[in-house]
Every structure is written in C-alpha cells, then in structure tokens.
C-alpha cells in the first residue's frame, strides 16, 4: 500500500487500464480505434506488473478467433501469431491403466474446436501489445497496480502503482522510488483471476451482491518439446477421469502446435474436499498414464506454470460496473468451462467496456458509472456462450465427474436445440468452503518423480524464470500469522504445503519433528493465487510484489 506521507508525481489520462492480458489489451486498442474513427483523441495507458507483456500470461490455449475477428478482423494479414489451425479432437475417459475415446457425435456443437486455434497466449499478448502501441496506447510493464484511487465522492479515480526499492522491514532502500498516481477519468480493472485490486473493489462496492459465490480451478501447464516423428500438429487431445476420482473435478489437455511443441496441462477444480491432495503431483502422475506418456519420452520439458482459473461462469459474474470503472475479462470470469474457453470472452467484454468509456469520455463525463457496458453484455455472444452452459458446473460439483457430466452434455444439448432447462443452478458455496478435516481424510501418497516425465516443484519453479527481488516485503499477508500452526495444521494438515503449486508455504520443525513453524518462501511464487482462494481461513491475502516480479513465461 502506499505511504500517504509520501509525495507523489502523477499522470492524467482519459482511460487507464490494468493489467496486459487479452482483455486490457483489447480495451486499449478499441478506445485508440474509435479514436482514430471518430476524430476524437482520447488518451489510453495500460499498467501490466509483468516484466514485460505476456510474462505472467498463461493458458492452454486453444482460442476461438471470433474475439480477435471482431477486433482487428484482418488479423492474419498482419502476422498475429496464430497459425495452428485445430485438425483433430479427441476426449479421452481414463481409467488406472487404460481409457475409452469419447464418439465426437455425442458432444454438443458448442464443444468442437474445429476452426479454433492452438496458440501461445503469451505470444499473442505480445503481439496485440505492438498492435496498440502503433496505435498510440502507452503501455508500462514492470508496474503493479498497487492500490486504487478514490474521489472525495468516493468513485474511483485511478490506481497507485507500488513502490520500488522497499526492504522486507520497510525501510527505503538507496533504491527507492515512490510508485505513481495515474489518473483517469474512467479506470478498466483487466487483472485476470482474482485480481487484488479487483477483489477489493467487489468487496467495497458489493458487486458480488445477489450472485452466486465465484469458482475457481487451478490449472498447471507444462510446454515439451518432443520427438518430430511423435507431433501431431493440430490435434487437441483433452482426458478426464484418473488420476483424480469421481468427486474431484478436473481434467487434462494435450495441444500439439507449433515446431514440435506439445502444451500439456492439468485442471483441479478448488471445490476439492481432500486436503491431502496435491494439484502439482496430481499432474506429474497423468503423465505417465498409459494414454500419454509416449507423447513425453524423449521429449523436452522446456517451460513450466500455474494459473487460477474463475469457473463460476453465468451466475457468478458480479455486477460489472462501479463509479469510475469496470471489471473487465476474467476480473470479472467470463470463462466457458465446458469449452476450456475464456480469450475470446476477455476480448470481446474487453471491446465492450472500451466503447461504452469511450462515449463517456466524448460525452465530457467522468467518474459515473458505465452502465452501457452492462447493456452491451445483456445483449451480446458472451452472455450467450455463457448462460448455454450455466449448469454444466453445478451439476459436475454436485453428482460428480462421470454423471454430473453426462448430465451437463443432455442440458448443453438441449440448449441448443432452444429447450434447456428452465432455471439456473446454484453453486452456494465458496472453494474454501469444500475442505474437510484432515481427520476424515486418507493421505495421498505420491510417487516420487523420475526427473524425465515427472519433475518436482522447485526445478518446475526454476524454468518458470520466477524471479523476486528477495529483500523486499513479503506480497503474500496474513491476517493472523499463528492460524497455520494454531488453526490449519491440526484440522487440515496445513495445506497451503500442497495446493500452492510452486513450493511457496512450508512446515518447518525441529530435527526432533518439535516446534513446527509457518515458512513463506514468497521468491518462489508464480502469482497463481490459488493460496487466496482456497486457505481454509481466508487468512492469506495475495497482493502485488515489485512490479516486474514473478514469473517470465516464454511461449505460454
């Protein structure tokens, strides 16, 4: 947070954005557009805390182009990177030691992925990032948005981005430099899953009122590189089932794209009930599943990730607008579930809040609410895309992976032939919620990895490039720093020690196994947030580290 002693230089602007996913950058180069179209200059800054666009972006991907198509329609024409054209879909059941392909023909049209493609989500970012400097957005990377301006009406006015060269007692450093206010006259909030400033401005001006709690899954992603005479390139290869049982949700993907380049990653839903059970070994397990390994063996792990992913979907959109600003893109969670889908949906609610700010702005208004956005959403494809599909999730959490799914596969199908089913499911209540007692729980035993196919936290942690400046406060707060050993460790084994994906929270004791303690090594995190949502205490509050911290995905 910043020091109010301290005096700070600051930046207007018509239009500030945070965060350089596909949704800010959307934003940005729509309100540049229009710009250009109308003859009305409007000024745009867009803040990304990465250490340049597309560091901290990842996802599977496999994209459906309509956002893009909307946006810049003659996008191959100017050498966006998306040139892996889906040639084949295979969905896989598995079991311990084998599994069945699911027939195409039995899963609803919404569900093909013919005429999307296989992307780098990183790359592209890069590339829309260039897009809209030629069109004269300022972008920062390397700033965080570390706290949110408000008016003496109480709207938002802007963000402060954080303060560099703090040590972790919080003293400047010779390095210091006080963080920036940048002002605008409307602020678009696009920090993706649980964004702290997003999370913040949900709670202030309840906009999650009269909705249903927000989902998340955690997603893990590997990039191989593997054997020429193994590629496939085209084919998209998603499995539920094993590792995982009937009552955790989740499941895997395979994309074959690029020169020899396989993306392999693993969702959990966060609405898991066992404590022991590890996101990150869950994932090195699948892959050495019968139907998968082959793909890996003597291939290359080359790149390694973690990201939360929102799974409310239609009834867990909170209200989009507030005084001054927007939730836009997964701040908000326009992700599809069913079709592991949400770029396209960032895109387009990206475009959205960028033309409703842009009439406000031309209009001589400022500070007020957008509600031509929430009317622009009302009415398009992405409330559509998602209200189609509003009660796959409900049914998959509450009757489990192989009936809840049958079960969403009938709903989505009568959606579409117009005759779904006439209300909408509830989920009730939050991730964190889900967990039982370590007590009525059986401990997982996870094998150890073999270092070819499977691999431990710390060396994934090395080439994900996550890099912290170490004599920094630690970006990951606790409320109450004796509920880990006081409260989680005897009712749930602590169990930040497995679901962080990157090795972050440890128990640590004595050589006797006496005196446990609560270590965070906060060097270690790649920003997934998962420890902020599923903490059994909501005692973990993730804020932003120093800008340009975190990991450096390449190709992810």
Known sequence: MSDAAVER??????????????????????????????????????IEKGSEVGAHILSGAVIDPIGLDALIPDWREKGAPIDTEVTADHFIYLGPSGGIRVPNFLFPPLMNNHGNYIVSLGNVCRWLAEQAEALGVEIYPGFAGAEVL???DGSVRGVVTGDMGVARDGSHKDSYTPGMELRGKYTLFAEGVRGSLSKELIRKFKLDEGREPQKFGIGLKE?????????????VQHTMGWPLDNSTGGGSFLYHFGENLVSVGFVVHLNYKNPYLSPFDEFQRFKHHPSVVETFEGGKRIAYGARAITEGGFQSVPKLTFPGGALIGCSAGFVNVPRI???????????????????????????????AYTQAYEKSPVYKDLKRVRNVKPLWSKLGTFMGIG??????????????????????????????????CKPIDYPKPDGKISFDKLSSVFISATNHEEDQPVHLKLKDPAIPIAYNLPNFAEPAQRYCPAGVYEVVRDEDGSNPRFQINAQNCVHCKTCDIKDPAQNINWTVPEGGGGPNYPNM
């Open 341 to 371: 889908k949400g770029s396209h949906n960032a895109m387009l609610t990206g475009k959205m809040g960028a033309e409703a700010a842009f009439e406000a702005v031309k209009d001589g208004r400022q500070g007020d609410e957008l509600v």
């Open 223 to 235: 990039l191989w590189e593997i054997d020429p005479a193994k590629h496939k390139k085209g084919l």
């Open 407 to 440: 079960l969403g596969a009938v709903d989505m199908w009568m959606n579409n032939l117009g005759i779904g089913l006439p209300f909408t499911l509830r989920h009730k209540k939050a991730d964190y919620e889900s967990i039982k007692k370590a007590s009525e």
């Open 9 to 46: 230089e600051y930046m207007e602007y018509d239009v500030v954005i945070v965060g350089g996913g596909p949704a800010g950058l959307s934003a940005a180069i729509r309100l540049r557009q229009l710009a250009a179209e109308e003859d009305f200059d409007i000024s745009v800054c867009l």
């Open 150 to 152: 408000y008016g003496e």
